[in-house]
Nanobody, 114 residues
Framework: QVQLVESGGGLVQAGGSLTVSCAASGSFFSINTMGWYRQAQGKQRELVATITRGGSTNYADSVQGRFTISRDNAKNTVYLQMNNLKPEDTAVYYC????????WGQGTQVIVSS
């Protein structure tokens, strides 16, 4: 079992930066893939970024060059550094971990004002 707890969401002006983090706990040996999805109001959940235990990353086209995903394997924590935020980045951001199955965090709200 894996429990995920996110933190760091909030309100920021367009062009600003914000970092969200997600800490994993529970009974597991290691988690291969962690990442972030987001869901804007009235829209489907979409993949934002992923990172493997070895550090390989993948980004959605909409955030490429603005967002950076990283992880601290010793702390079982994944981070999403978001720069040059746009109002269309407003969403609930969900952390996930894949360890034989998908696990989800509770979500953290990010609001970008214009």
């Amino acid at each position: 079992q894996v429990q995920l707890v996110e933190s760091g969401g909030g309100l920021v002006q367009a062009g600003g930066s914000l970092t969200v983090s997600c800490a994993a706990s529970g009974s597991f040996f290691s988690i291969n893939t962690m990442g972030w999805y987001r869901q804007a109001q009235g829209k489907q959940r979409e993949l934002v970024a992923t990172i493997t235990r070895g550090g390989s990353t993948n980004y959605a086209d909409s955030v490429q060059g603005r967002f950076t995903i990283s992880r601290d394997n010793a702390k079982n924590t994944v981070y999403l550094q978001m720069n040059n935020l746009k109002p269309e980045d407003t969403a609930v951001y969900y952390c996930y971990a894949y360890e034989r199955r998908m696990y989800w965090g509770q979500g953290t709200q990010v609001i970008v004002s214009s």
